[in-house]
């Protein structure tokens, strides 16, 4: 079975983000696709130094926090979808700090994520939500990844958004035919 990976990048592990990749995954599952999780937490991150020790092993030299389990999760999935809160109309600066780290070590030096589908979704209390939807799909392009499409822009407001829970499943339906093949 084809997997999808969920990327949670707020620190709350049960909170908006999550709620709305949850709205994307019931929409996966519905189309016999597996998902995994990953979960950023409230852990602290490196930022990349430049060191190109991921040059030739495709890792990153610091250890002691989660970049290299999420390269794994990256490499492994059939399809990505990265969730992020919105900070001050981008995304949260943890997560990127951790995917600028990820795509040096895997598109800079390698292009390992070439054609693998993606999307990237954000949560916001008010606005801020394209800003932060360019700046991850930004990762993607550099990637020679497909940006999955909804019918809008994938803001999602809070559980009583049902327009916003809408665009998600419109989202998982496009997401799943994508990696099914249409
Ligand atoms: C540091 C910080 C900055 C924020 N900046 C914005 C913002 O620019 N626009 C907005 O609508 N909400 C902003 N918010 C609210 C969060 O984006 C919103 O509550 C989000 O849904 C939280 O997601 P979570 O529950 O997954 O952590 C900010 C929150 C924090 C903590």
């Known amino acids: ?73 990256f490499l492994e999935a059939d399809g990505i979808i990265v969730g992020t809160p919105v900070y001050f109309a981008g995304p949260n600066g ?17 292009q390992m994520l070439k054609d693998k589908p993606a999307a990237a979704v954000a949560t916001c209390w008010r606005a801020g939500a394209t800003p932060s939807i360019d700046r991850l799909n930004k990762y993607f ?16 407001l809070g559980s009583r958004d049902g327009f916003g829970t809408g665009v998600l499943r419109t989202l998982g339906e496009n997401m799943a035919a994508m990696v099914q093949g249409m």
């Open 1 to 73: 079975m084809k997997k999808i990976f969920l990327v949670n990048g707020s620190p709350n592990k049960d909170g908006n983000t999550a709620d709305a990749l949850r709205v994307v995954e019931g929409v996966l599952k519905e189309n016999d696709l597996d998902t995994f999780w990953f979960h950023l937490g409230k852990s602290p991150v490196h930022g990349c130094v430049n060191c190109r020790y991921c040059a030739k092993v495709h890792r990153c030299a610091f250890r002691d926090d989660l970049c290299n389990e999420l390269i794994e999760g």
């Open 141 to 156: 392009m550099y990637s020679q990844m497909p940006v999955v499409s909804s019918d809008y822009w994938n803001g999602y």
């Open 94 to 110: 943890a997560l990127c700090a951790l995917l600028d780290r990820v795509f040096y070590a895997t598109a800079n030096f390698g």
